[in-house]
T-cell receptor, first 113, second 113 residues
Framework: DQQVKQNSPSLSVQEGRISILNCDYT??????FLWYKKYPAEGPTFLIS?????DKNEDGRFTVFLNKSAKHLSLHIVPSQPGDSAVYFC????????????FGKGTKLTVNP | DVKVTQSSRYLVKRTGEKVFLECVQD?????MFWYRQDPGLGLRLIYF???????EKGDIPEGYSVSREKKERFSLILESASTNQTSMYLC????????????FGNGTRLTVT
């Protein structure tokens, strides 16, 4: 049973526009959410996180929104740049524990120049 | 900056061979993890360790074992490699601090023929 779902395997966006990556979860016990970015032939790198006590967290061009009632979070990248082209993984955990981190299957973002 | 180093980027092994994947981290992190990444399946946890000589099964431990004799080193062992273990293997570490993110190595692409 997939607890963290990224329903779009891929997304293509023009440079300068907004990229919106979506993630849904089913486990209401999840209270900490993270986004990782992965380039080919490299390991995932931590991008941004949000605790369930917040509904928004911003870091430069990256903003994560959390809608607890809908069990949905999204990552907004604005403006999108070609260097943002990568696979983005959504992950969730209970009580912030990294040993219980559950990953989605990833969304491949392509930003076209 | 945290550095997680995986000893091999690419490995080709034959069915039935015993395979060792090595991982070293330099940030004195308590927790270490082994994941595998497969297309369409995302990241799946094989084993993790929260202390020297301690290990816990993840979601897909069958066919694997691990060893953690020193805090900085976490080894993944395939006792008898099979073709369905062909995959990208990712090592990660994290501290015990609440909500600490995972830091990943660059991965080992293992092919079992």
């Amino acid at each position: 049973d997939q607890q963290v779902k990224q329903n779009s395997p891929s997304l293509s966006v023009q440079e300068g526009r907004i990229s919106i990556l979506n993630c849904d979860y089913t486990n209401s016990m999840f209270d900490y959410f993270l986004w990782y970015k992965k380039y080919p032939a490299e390991g995932p790198t931590f991008l941004i996180s949000i605790s369930s006590i917040k509904d928004k967290n911003e870091d430069g061009r990256f903003t994560v929104f959390l809608n607890k009632s809908a069990k949905h979070l999204s990552l907004h990248i604005v403006p999108s740049q070609p260097g943002d082209s990568a696979v983005y993984f959504c992950a969730a955990s209970v009580q912030g524990g990294s040993e219980k981190l559950v990953f989605g299957k990833g969304t491949k973002l392509t930003v076209n120049p | 900056d945290v550095k997680v180093t995986q000893s091999s980027r690419y490995l080709v092994k034959r069915t039935g061979e015993k395979v060792f994947l090595e991982c070293v981290q330099d940030m004195d992190h308590e927790n270490m993890f082994w994941y595998r990444q497969d297309p369409g399946l995302g990241l799946r946890l094989i084993y993790f360790s929260y202390d020297v000589k301690m290990k816990e099964k993840g979601d897909i431990p069958e066919g694997y074992s691990v060893s953690r004799e020193k805090k900085e080193r976490f080894s993944l062992i395939l006792e008898s490699a099979s073709t369905n273990q062909t995959s990208m293997y990712l090592c990660a570490s994290s501290s015990n601090r609440d909500s600490a993110p995972l830091h990943f190595g660059n991965g080992t692409r293992l092919t079992v023929t």
